[in-house]
């Protein structure tokens, strides 16, 4: 009965609670909104299946850069299932009072801060296999992965900050100009690269998919209920799940079959990273 209560009581006030709610409230919550739980739990099962194909696809690849492309992939789902883990469990998920000038403003809003801070670790393992695939010198690589966890810290602190609505924004700013130097990256630099190592015809497939799916997440972030609060929480959270699945899993998949089926070309490229415009000098790896 007590449950029952709690869980009503959870429900009623899903997205808009005038109180502090403890991990408890916040499970009981996201248990009372199938829809938000179940875009946690497709992207569990997804995740699982993913782990099994991948490893069973790998299992027979032995040239060494080609094996990293798939240590890098088999991580993506292996972060993801234990961020949905996360957010499935309310570990992750808090009520956080809007401030003034938030469409919101006043009332507790489900923001699901564990997506941001995972993507801090799967984003950079999707951009090590583009670069990797790409013959990526290590600088590019290395400003790649950088810039992108800043990228997603700096949205963390854009769905954090509760003191000011404007700071919000221009966290939010911040992440956006970090997100224009992976997209430089991978639209100019590595597009070159892969001209150059020969990998093009599927760089430039992952390339256009990872560009267009990423562009849409700064955007469901604005319409959603931690920017000009446009879209309801578990559409929003949908939005991410639905990406989630074509840029990790179906990217995932795409990338790995092709390395399976063209391992040589992989393992010709160079004996480390940096085999494209490195001018004669050796891997720096
Ligand atoms: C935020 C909000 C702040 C501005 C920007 C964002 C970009 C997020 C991106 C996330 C990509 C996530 C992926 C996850 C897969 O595991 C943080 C939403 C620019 C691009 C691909």
Same mark, same amino acid.
Request: glycine share 8%; with cysteine; charged share 10%.
């Given at each position: ?102 469409? &919101?403003?006043?009332?507790? !809003?489900?923001?699901?801060? %564990?997506?941001? $801070?995972? +993507? #801090? /670790? ?83 497939? &992952?390339?256009?998919?990872? !560009?267009?799916?990423?562009? %849409?997440?700064? $955007?469901? +972030? #604005? /319409? ?62």
């Amino acid at each position: 009965m007590n449950e029952l209560a709690a869980a009503d009581l959870a429900f009623a006030s899903l997205g808009r609670v005038p109180m502090e709610m403890g991990q408890t409230e916040v499970y009981q919550a996201i248990q009372a909104d199938q829809l938000l739980n179940l875009s946690f739990w497709a992207n569990i099962v997804l995740a699982g299946l993913s782990i099994l194909l991948f490893v069973y696809m790998g299992r027979q690849v032995d040239d060494p850069r080609a094996q990293l492309i798939f240590v890098a992939t088999l991580m993506v789902p292996l972060v993801s299932i234990s961020s949905y883990t996360g957010l499935a469990s309310g570990l992750t998920v808090s009520f956080l009072e809007m401030p003034p000038g938030h469409a &919101l403003a006043g009332e507790e !809003v489900l923001t699901m801060w %564990g997506r941001y $801070l995972t +993507w #801090a /670790l799967s984003t950079p393992m999707i951009l090590l296999a583009l670069g990797l695939l790409a013959g990526s010198n290590v600088t590019k690589l290395t400003t790649a992965i950088v810039t992108d966890i800043g990228m997603c810290v700096t949205g963390l602190a854009a769905a954090l900050t509760t003191s000011s609505y404007l700071l919000r924004w221009v966290w939010y700013l911040i992440s956006c100009a970090f997100f224009a130097v992976v997209l430089y990256i991978l639209l100019v630099e590595w597009a070159d690269d892969a001209q150059v190592a020969g990998t093009s015809e599927i760089f430039d497939t &992952l390339k256009i998919l990872t !560009v267009v799916l990423w562009l %849409g997440y700064p $955007l469901f +972030w #604005a /319409l959603g209920a931690e920017g000009f609060a446009v879209l309801d929480v578990a559409i929003t959270s949908w939005a991410y799940s639905g990406m989630d699945i074509v840029a990790k899993y179906v990217f995932a998949f795409l990338l790995l079959r092709w390395v399976v089926n063209n391992e040589r070309t992989v393992a010709s490229m160079a004996s480390g990273l940096g085999a494209a415009g490195s001018r004669g000098t050796p891997a720096d790896d």
